[in-house]
């Protein structure tokens, strides 16, 4: 089953670079930008979907790891490697100290935890003028030459995607990932059989702070334009969207979803402006027809 899913996976990211060549600006741009937010959708899955915890705050990584890049880029000349491990690094920092807080909390209280811990850094990105310019961002981030065309950066996003898939697939199948499902399915069993659940959650909310802020870093250079938009409240929801559309505890239903939720944000808004609208059609039609996500009733059609 495992070799399965991945050999999908492979012909999924070689169908992608095959075809990338012949669709026109418009649509290639549109899947460079799933390709990049899917980054965010995997990393919150491995909190939602593996370990249970659903977080409302996970578009401050997202944002620490994207205006990590802008300072440096813009203000010091840092290249991209350098941008991309500080990115990380910064995210994973920011996850560790958040995480202290909100592991502490379970249920409908972590997911406040997260709220608030979110609306924080949404506040400094907006109020710190000196250092983020406020609300009116920082513009002008320049792409590496090597992918500063739209073809490119394309193959750039994909092998970053890529990337961000094989480790997290590595995490969730290694007894450590398992242990996640087991946190999930039952703290209280977990405990009783010696397992230190914190440590576990704890490491979770690092790992999953950290590829969240390298998605960030990735959207820097994709957007050129960093604000405070990009951490607040309404990109955590689209990142839960995301993870509840394409399947929770599936990582290919986190890039199915992020697909969707760019498809329909970008696409179906040049035709209507109640886009919204149709969005929440297709979740509750989700929700109600497939409550493990598109990639999870497909995956429950095929084992029948």
């Known amino acids: 089953m495992i070799r399965r899913r991945a050999l999908l996976a492979l012909g999924a990211v070689a169908l992608l670079a095959l075809a990338a060549p012949l669709l026109p600006p418009y649509p290639l741009t549109l899947v460079t930008q799933a390709l990049v937010v899917a980054i965010l959708a995997m990393s919150l899955d491995v909190l939602l979907g593996y370990t249970g915890l659903p977080s409302l705050g996970h578009a401050a990584y997202w944002g620490v790891g994207a205006y990590t890049v802008a300072l440096l880029a813009t203000e010091r000349g840092v290249g991209l490697a350098g941008c991309a491990v500080a990115g990380v690094l910064l995210a994973g920092a920011v996850a560790a100290v958040f995480g202290l807080v909100a592991i502490r909390a379970a249920g409908t209280y972590f997911l406040m935890i997260t709220l608030a811990l979110g609306m924080v850094v949404w506040g400094l990105a907006f109020r710190w003028v000196s250092l983020t310019k406020g609300d009116n961002g920082i513009s002008g981030v320049p ?15 994909l092998a970053a995607a890529g990337l961000a898939w094989t480790l997290l697939a590595l995490l969730v199948a290694s007894p450590f990932g398992l242990t996640l499902r ?123």
């Open 182 to 304: 087991g946190i999930r399915e039952s703290e209280s069993r977990m405990r009783s059989l010696g397992y230190n659940v914190w440590l576990h959650k704890y490491l979770a909310f690092v790992i999953s702070g950290a590829v969240a802020g390298g998605g960030g870093v990735l959207w820097a250079y994709y957007n050129g334009f960093v604000s405070p938009t990009d951490v607040q409240l309404i990109t955590s929801v689209e990142a839960l969207l995301m993870v509840a559309l394409g399947g929770p505890g599936t990582l290919a239903g986190s890039v199915v979803g992020a697909g969707v939720i760019v498809f329909l944000k970008n696409f179906v808004s040049l035709y209507t402006k109640r886009w919204l609208l149709i969005l929440g059609a297709v979740y509750i039609g989700v929700i109600l027809f497939a409550p493990r996500g598109i990639v999870g009733a497909l995956r429950r059609r095929s084992v029948r």
């Open 143 to 157: 792409r590496p030459e090597l992918f500063a065309s739209p073809l490119p950066f394309f193959y750039f996003a």
